[in-house]
């Protein structure tokens, strides 16, 4: 009985514990924000230069009251997502054909990784100039900056599927349909879905580079407004709106990993 209750009592200890560690960020943020507000009163910097963040949460109530925070990221986002789920895709297609196929690769590996040593920052000015200042380069810029990481991934994920498991399946009589979706997926998510954990944060990235270049709405370009007019607490205003997406992405493509790699621990 003495021992039920000593599991017990430690149990609820761990979990107070855990709960604390959850909320040390927290902690440190708070403080670090006061810290900043201390400092920047404390020095008498400019607004322009330094805004303190009562006063960048000032500004980012006004933009939700006047809707234009809220305008302009639901263009970034429709972006982000867009060419997260073009990028992932090819990246996926092309990633798998690499993986079965080594002829393939040798033919494609040299042309893949040419492409990726010219930064995207120049790229970007081309393709707005072909495609135009509207959503769909912003687009592509963003599947060009997800496509590398995920198309690794893809490739490294199938290739770890051990190949004891194939000769498994195919004494089983299985179909090659069986055999991806019964084994080479579930074998390969884990690394899949980090591939997909990156690109989901870089597709903000490329959004946004995108609309550095030419656009007339997103947050890119109310970056650059904010920065031309000197209203430094929007564009913090708007850089922590773009920090929030990736978070916010990223938890659910966490998300999306527990609920589908549940069954390794259960």
Do not use: C
């Not at 297609?93 to 079965?100: E, P, R, S, V």
């Not at 000769?167 to 390969?188: G, H, N, T, Y």
């Not at 966490?254 to 609920?259: F, K, M, Q, V």
């Amino acid at each position: 009985m003495w021992v039920l209750i000593w599991n017990r009592s430690e149990r609820k200890l761990t979990k107070r514990a855990d709960r604390l560690i959850s909320l040390l960020p927290l902690l440190a943020l708070g403080i670090a924000l006061l810290i900043w507000e201390g400092a920047v009163r404390w020095s008498e910097i400019p607004l322009f230069i330094l805004p303190p963040p009562s006063v960048i949460s000032e500004r980012l109530t006004r933009a939700l009251i006047d809707g234009s925070l809220l305008r302009h990221t639901l263009v970034t986002l429709s972006e982000v997502l867009a060419g997260l789920a073009l990028g992932a895709l090819i990246a996926s297609l092309l990633g798998y054909g690499l993986a079965k196929s080594s002829t393939l690769e040798r033919v494609l590996s040299p042309y893949i990784v040419a492409s990726q040593s010219i930064p995207i920052v120049a790229v970007a000015p081309l393709l707005v100039i072909w495609f135009g200042p509207g959503q769909i380069s912003k687009v592509l810029i963003s599947a060009l900056i997800v496509f590398f990481p995920v198309l690794i991934n893809t490739v490294v994920g199938f290739r770890t599927v051990p190949s004891e498991l194939y000769d498994l399946m195919r004494s089983l009589r299985a179909a090659k349909a069986q055999i991806f979706w019964k084994l080479e997926v579930p074998a390969a998510m884990p690394v899949l879905l980090g591939g997909l954990k990156i690109g989901a944060t870089l597709a903000v990235i490329g959004a946004v580079v995108g609309e550095f270049v030419g656009a007339d709405r997103g947050l890119g370009f109310l970056i650059n407004l904010a920065d031309g007019l000197y209203d430094t607490p929007l564009v913090f205003v708007a850089v922590i709106t773009l920090v929030a997406m990736a978070l916010s992405l990223y938890g659910v493509v966490a998300t999306l990993e527990r609920r589908l790699l549940a069954w390794r621990t259960g």
